[in-house]
């Protein structure tokens, strides 16, 4: 069933990076793309930075780093994508940028069994299917930030994923990838973030009503309920900007007030203090 050879992850941000890292630990080989020579410089630098965190760690060897580094091939060009076996969307959180990437896929890809992913949280996977002339091979799969570390997948069909696309990505995802699989319906938030960005939500409301600081609440999770990080020091992991936007796509679908992004959220966004990928949100990066 592990039947993927060729993969191909368009954007390096956090979460492509992390993915496209990942896979070529496993021994696949990658095709990574951005929109512009820096961004794919950047996502490139960040790539060897995990990996030697990784050697550091003792997870992997200074020879494994090298053979994972050899694997991964760097391009602003989307027909490098033609080959590919399973291709895994990462970009922005946005619809309308999303369903181009899909629609451009659908053209460049010439394997008539390719697998199309999305990593989004909250974007329906069908309207991402719905882009393409094969919406039976278009599925969520969803990892968690840091892709290296959490083991975690979310596999996501939408109402007319086929069968089989559902059997091949969750066997790459195991077997390949060593990662545990849960399945959701295709709903935003799915369901991890469909717990997890209501409580990061109402953090920031604690903090924008005065009523105690970020420290404390992140102390108080850590330490009474022993999260590993409190939901500020988390929020600024996952980027303000990625909150703000999964809470946006929840609010548009359910109308929840819960999901509604708070107006320091949103103030934050606008400032540029995205969290730790920015240098600073609730906590500086120095
Ligand atoms: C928003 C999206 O849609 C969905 C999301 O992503 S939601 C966000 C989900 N993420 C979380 O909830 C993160 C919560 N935080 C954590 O899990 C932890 O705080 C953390 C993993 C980020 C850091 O943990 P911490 O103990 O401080 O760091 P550290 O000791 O360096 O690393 C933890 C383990 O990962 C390993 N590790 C770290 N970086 C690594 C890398 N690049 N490669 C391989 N292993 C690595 C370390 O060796 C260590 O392993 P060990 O437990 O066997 O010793």
Known sequence: MADIQRVGVI?????????AEVHARAGI?????????????????????????????????EADAEAALKRLTFTTDLSAFADRDLVIEAI???EQAKVEVFRSLDKVVEREDAIFASNT??????????????????????????????????????????????????????EVLGKTVIRSQDRAGFI????????????IRMIESGFASAEDIDRGMELGTAHPMGPLRLSDLIGLDTIKAIAESMYEEFKEPLYSPPPLLLRMVDAGLLGKKSGRGFYSYA
Request: glycine share 10%; hydrophobic share 45%.
């Open 11 to 19: 954007g390096a941000g956090l979460m492509g990076s992390g993915i």
């Open 29 to 61: 080989d990658v095709v990574v793309t951005e929109v512009s020579q820096p961004a794919l410089d950047a996502g490139r630098a960040r790539i060897e930075k995990s990996l030697q965190r990784g050697v550091r760690a003792g997870k992997l060897t």
């Open 92 to 94: 922005l959180e946005q």
């Open 121 to 174: 949280s909250s974007i329906p996977i069908m309207k991402l299917g719905m882009a393409t002339r094969r919406p039976a091979q278009v599925i969520g799969i969803h990892f968690f930030n840091p892709v290296p570390v959490l083991p975690l997948v979310e596999l996501v069909p939408s109402l007319l994923t086929g069968e089989e696309t559902i059997a091949r990505a969750e066997a790459h995802a195991t």
């Open 192 to 203: 991890v973030n469909a717990l997890l960005v209501p409580y990061l939500l109402s953090a």
